[in-house]
């Protein structure tokens, strides 16, 4: 069952300069940055009454924002649902025809776990479901 708007990620070519614009331009609260080694992504999140931006850049200069950034430059990168049982909720989206990018969920930030819909199966919106774990990040 979904539960909520996680985040909006965005791809961005320069995190540094990304931090000051929705931090210093736009005025919303950095709560703090975190590289993911399993998505390979260096990502700074900044919540909104409800969800979160999460920012999104490459790890080291490797990883899947690589190829996005080469191709468009930054952009709308996805957006996350949070879901009380990602498991339950992959078997039964996939018995209904949906594709994902992995057979399983992986370790996310704050050590969540996640799992990409494939967006062919989603008019091309790259959707992530999160099962938080429960110390509630
Ligand atoms: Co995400």
Redesign the pocket.
């Known amino acids: 069952m979904i539960l909520s708007l ?2 909006i ?1 965005i791809a961005v070519p320069d995190l540094e300069k990304a931090i000051e614009r929705w931090g210093k331009d736009f005025g919303l609260t950095l709560a703090g940055t975190e590289d993911v080694e399993t998505a390979k992504t260096s ?1 700074a999140f900044f919540p909104v009454p409800g969800t979160r931006i ?1 920012l ?1 850049h490459p790890l080291r200069g490797t990883g899947p924002i690589v190829k996005y950034l080469e191709k468009r430059g930054g952009g709308m ?2 957006l ?1 649902f949070a879901v009380d049982d990602i498991r339950a909720e992959m078997s039964r989206l996939q018995g209904l025809g949906y594709r994902f990018l992995s057979e399983e969920p992986s370790i ?2 704050h050590e969540s776990l ?1 799992v990409f819909i494939h967006p062919k199966s989603t008019d091309g919106v790259l959707v ?1 479901l ?1 099962q938080h774990t429960q110390d509630g990040h």
């Open positions: 996680d985040h990620a990502t999460e999104v990168h996805h996350c996310g930030a996640v992530e999160v």
